[in-house]
């Protein structure tokens, strides 16, 4: 089954970047929609960024312009690249998996994703 491992999380100041890595393993999959959602304290976790393999790319309003979705499917690594960072970006961030070709219109609901890492957090001063 996929097995999902984020890393690349930490402390920055606001105005900072950071990139998050997913490694995935253990999959046999053709067709993988791969997303990024976050999850502040009190808050519902939220769709951030999500990569299908049709190629479809999908961004939430408030990280337009700022976060780049990009895969390595050499090293099976998906990547959120997070500039100009905002203390409203602070959440555990996790990458989430569903094998289906298209992410869609529904790709930021967390419900439509089977196979969840344990997060990485990010903290923004």
């Known amino acids: 089954h996929v097995q999902l491992v984020e890393s690349g999380g930490g402390s920055v100041q606001a105005g900072g970047s950071l990139r998050l890595s997913c490694a995935a393993s253990?999959?046999?999959?053709?067709?993988?929609?791969l997303g990024w959602f976050r999850q502040a304290p009190g808050k519902e976790r939220e769709g951030v960024a999500a990569?299908?393999?049709?190629?479809?790319?999908s961004y939430a309003d408030s990280v337009k312009g700022r976060f780049t979705i990009s895969k390595d499917n050499r090293k099976n690594t998906l990547y959120l690249q997070m500039n100009s960072l905002k203390p409203e970006d602070a959440a555990m961030y996790y990458c989430a998996a569903e094998p289906r070709y298209s992410c869609g219109g529904s790709w930021y609901g967390p419900s439509g994703y089977s196979v969840w890492g344990q997060g990485t957090q990010v903290t923004v001063s």
């Open positions: 253990g999959y046999t999959y053709r067709w993988l929609c």
């Open positions: 990569l299908g393999s049709d190629g479809g790319i």
